[in-house]
Structure formats: C-alpha cells, structure tokens
C-alpha cells in the first residue's frame, strides 16, 4: 500500500545510512563561520530595500529620469501607474538579471576552487559596483553599477547557502542555515532605515544610501578570506586528509568517522561526473531538479520582492504621502526581520512542510483582504481614508511576517540542502538562477502590472500562493533531520517520486 501525500510528507526522519553514527557539536568554529558568510545575505536585502526607496527620491529621478519626476508631480487619473516606467523598473531588475548569467559562471567556480572563493569574487564584484553606484554621473554609469553588483549577488547567492548547509551539523543545518535569510532581512530593515534618513539629505542623499553597500560588502569579503572552506569541498577537490582535520575540528570531536567516509563516497562519485550540468538533467535527479527550479520561482512569486523593492512607490500610490509611505516599508521590513527568528526556532523542530503550508495559507488570506479593501476602498484619483490605510500596512505586514517565517528562509533552505554532492555546485546555481530570473521578470513588470491590474495585482499573486502551496503538500517530502549526504533516500519513500525513480535510467535518460 502506498503511502499519500501528509502534511509531515510521509518520511521520517531517519534513513538507511549513518546518520545515527554522526557525532559532534556546534563548536565556535562553526558559528563564526557561518555568521561571516551569511552577511552576504545583507547585500541582497540590502538592495531589495533600498533601489525602491531611491527610485522614488526627486533628486535620484530628476538626475537619472527626469521624465517620471515629471509625471509623479502631475495629476493621475490613475493612481496606480505613477510610477509606471520601463527605465526606472530596469534600474531596479537589471543587478538581477546580471546576477542570473553569474550564477551559472559561479558553479564551476564553485566546484573547483571552493566556497569561499565563490564568497570572496562575488564580495569584490559587489564593492565595485556600490562605488560606481554612489559616483554615478549618468545612467550607464549607473547600469554598469548594477550589473557588477548583480555579479557579486550571483556568486554569493550561489556559494554562501552550500557552505552554511555544509559546515552545520544535520540535526541543527535548518536554523544554521537561516542565518543567510536572517542576513537578508536585516539588510532589508537596515535599507528602509537609511531611505529615510538619506532622503532628507538634499541633494546626494542618494548617494550615500547606495554607497552605503560597501559596509556589508567589506564585512562579507575581508571574513571570507579568514574563514575556512568547508569539509565537503575539501574532500570534493582531493584533500581528504586536510578535510578530515577540519572536520573534526568543526564538529568538536575525533569520532567523525561516519560523516567522514559519507564525504569520502559522495567525493568519489563527485569527481566520477565531468558534466554536472547535463547530470542534473538525469532521471535520478528529477526531484531535485524539479525543487530547484519550482522552489525559487514560487519564493519569488509570492510577490514578496515586488513589494520590497517598491514598497516606497507603492505605498505612494496608495495615497500615502512620502514620510508615511517610507514609515510603512519600514515597519514590514522591522516584521520580515523579527519573523525570521520564529523560523529559526521551529524548523528544526517542526520541519519545512508545516511551515511552507501555513505561511502559504496565511500570505494567501492576507493578499485577498489586502485587494478587497483597495478594491472597495481605493478608486481612481483619490486617497484611502487613515482607518483603511492602517488596515492595508497591517495586512501587508501579517503576509510579510508569514513570508518571513515561510518561504523567505525556507525557500533558499530547502534546495541548498537536497543536492548529492556531485551535483551540489549545479544544483545550487540553478536554484540562484532561477530566483533572480523570476526576480528580473517580476520586477520589470511589476510597474506595469500595478497600473494594468490595479488593486488585482494581489489577487494575482494570493493565485501563485494557492498553487504553491498545493504543490509543497502533493510534492515536497520532508527534510527535517535528514543528513546532507543521505538526502537522496527520502526522494525513494516518497508517494509520487518513488515511481519516476523506479523507472530505470539508462546512460542518455534525460527528460
């Protein structure tokens, strides 16, 4: 008899290998470790926070687009297409679709040269591009800007969850990992907090919130080039004694005798795979393929990134005046940030699928009242009453805070964490790619969509949300205690991939 899809995914958390046998603690070494290289998570929301609250900044707009600060200063018949402008929305999309094309470079490099090389190229890409940000002259000064930090983004993305995957312990890898997400939202809260000071900073105030990057760039860079590179990758590249030793000394213990040879076969098949893109596209894979592409998109598809990278515009839109509307995406950004911490407490504890679901459901109830109230409320030309727009910030910020505590973390967690080591580096860059590939397509259509859909645009997203939460409860097994090098087991006790994986594979069986 099978076994359907529960909502705890059908899996236990035990498996056949030797994750029983696994010893040690969290040690210092690992804690320093993974805090420096989850700073990297900063730069990302550091970003995310602060493009949309430049973007609507008269000084920023009268230099680089001096022709939507002529059209926000005018009357609208619409109010929701203030902001509607194909060259504003690409200053904001263009770092990710640079940051796309990167992390597919990233893995290779990854793969060959380690983690924290991956860190340390993609700190000082990222640096260079904060600096010619906050001296941009002119718009293409400005677009290189951002295609050097979209570079830093891909790497960083693509390297910083497999080392924080890779140096945690298995019962601890959820919370540990999350430090990157925990990163990424308090760039976000710090971002929202210097758009409102620096916009009353005339006229460069502009300047120095982008310029204002380099901080965590630094940070992220100067701690990559001190912290030691993972275990895994050592023993990928072929120092497995040199592996070992920092094995023991990341876990506390000698008795890593387990964990070790785990490394030492999934190394050995590793270096076996000359091609792990084309790997990847193997039958044996399918599940892993499948999260690392469906997982990222669905993050993005909340519609999340749009209402952080244009929460200012947004909120203006809305009818709020330009002090209210930075206090209001300051306030999700301070829930995104506290939310993240509820994450860290559960995850190991209660698993991913509980979570994804429920903050699934709840982002889906919140995006509906949020359309119906702008709906009801909200017409052409004029402004929500105070009454209704505390309402909307308190709506947006109960789907934020379950974002926070969802599919924020959890969405870059779980695919870092289900790749066998031979295809981890691929893996882990189809995932990177596939998030700042839906995160360009969302935000240089996400202006458009706003003025085309108007208060629709949330129903639009709470749809996406419906659809992926049925596809985590039908499709998603639990990870929850899994060792990293044993995941492969739970994909063959699940009700729907143990029959795409019984099917044998034969040497071409790709798609």
Partial sequence: MEDGPSILGGVGSSTNGRAEQYKGRVTVHVIIACIVAATGGSLFGYDVGISGGVASM??????????????????????????????IAAFTSTLYIA?????????????????????????ISFLIGSALNAAAVNLEMLIIGRILQGVGIGFGNQAIPLYLSEMAPTHLRGGLNMMFQVAT????????????????IKPWGWRLALGLAAIPTLLM????????????S????????????????????????????????????????????????????RPELIMAIFMPAFQILTGINSILFYAPMLFQSMGFGREASLYSSALTGVVLSLSTFISIATVDRLGRRPLLIS???????????????????????QELSKGYSISVVVVLSLFVLAFGWSWGPLGWTVPSEIFPLEIRSAGQSITVAANLLFTFIIAQAFLSLLCTFTYGIFLFFAGWIAIMTIFVYLFLPETKGIP????????????FWKRILSVPSTTNDTW
Wanted: aromatic share 12%; hydrophobic share 40%; glycine share 10%.
């Fill in 484 to 495: 990293i090098e044993e995941m492969s087991l739970i994909w063959r006790k699940h009700w």
């Fill in 185 to 200: 939202t308090f760039g976000i809260f710090t971002a929202n907090m210097i758009n409102y000071g620096t916009q009353q």
């Fill in 58 to 87: 008269d000084d920023f707009l009268q230099i680089f687009f001096p022709s939507v600060y002529k059209h926000k200063m005018q009357a609208h018949e619409n109010n929701y297409c203030k902001y509607n402008n194909q060259g």
């Fill in 359 to 381: 903050g699934g459901i709840q982002m889906m109830i919140s995006q509906v009242i949020a359309a119906i109230i702008l709906g009801v409320k909200f017409g052409e030309n």
């Fill in 99 to 123: 940051g796309f094309v990167a992390s597919l470079v990233a893995a290779p490099v990854t793969r060959k040269f380690g983690r924290r090389t991956s860190i340390i190229v993609g700190g």
């Fill in 234 to 285: 050592l023993v990928e590249r072929g120092s497995k004694e040199q592996g070992r030793k920092l094995l023991e000394k990341i876990r506390g213990t000698d008795d890593v005798d387990a964990e070790f040879q785990d490394m030492l076969d999934a190394g050995a098949l590793a270096n076996s795979i000359k091609h792990p893109y084309w790997n990847i596209l193997k039958r044996r894979y």
């Fill in 221 to 232: 860079t100067i701690g990559g080039i001190f912290i030691p590179e993972t275990p895994n």
